[in-house]
């Protein structure tokens, strides 16, 4: 390929009609021009609105199995997924994804950091 401009052909094709967006890309506009040449769309109908039906929350795979109280009266929680056991307090973030907001006598309520949901999870005997 050879890099050099070469006048004459750009000069051949400068008189060329430029049929597109109505913009001939050989001539500068103002903004205002540009405006002006741009085609309106046209307006498209609103589809219907769906309503999804309502969908329970999906279930996580933790499992609340026990409660554990620290030397400092800080109660603990044990959860599980998948053979992984997680221990943790109030404000604790569980399994990358869960934090604990709070734990009572048998729940413990969490929230889903990615979705931003919450769960409670219940004491499993």
Do not use: W
């Not at 973030?93 to 709070?102: C, G, T």
């Amino acid at each position: 390929m050879d890099p050099a401009l070469h006048l004459a052909q750009l000069e051949s094709t400068e008189h060329d009609v430029y049929e597109g967006s109505g913009r001939n890309i050989f001539r500068s506009y103002g903004d205002d021009q540009l405006e002006k040449t741009r085609p309106v769309p046209k307006p498209q109908p609103t589809p219907p609105a769906v309503i999804p039906p309502a969908a329970e929350a999906p279930r996580i795979r933790l499992r609340f199995f026990g409660i554990a109280t620290a030397s400092d009266s800080r109660r603990k929680v044990c959860l599980t997924q998948d053979g992984d056991v997680f221990i943790g307090a109030e404000g604790d973030i569980v399994d990358r994804r869960y934090k604990i907001l709070q734990i009572g006598p048998s729940t413990v309520d969490l929230e889903d950091l990615l979705e931003n949901r919450p769960y409670r999870l219940a004491l499993e005997h």
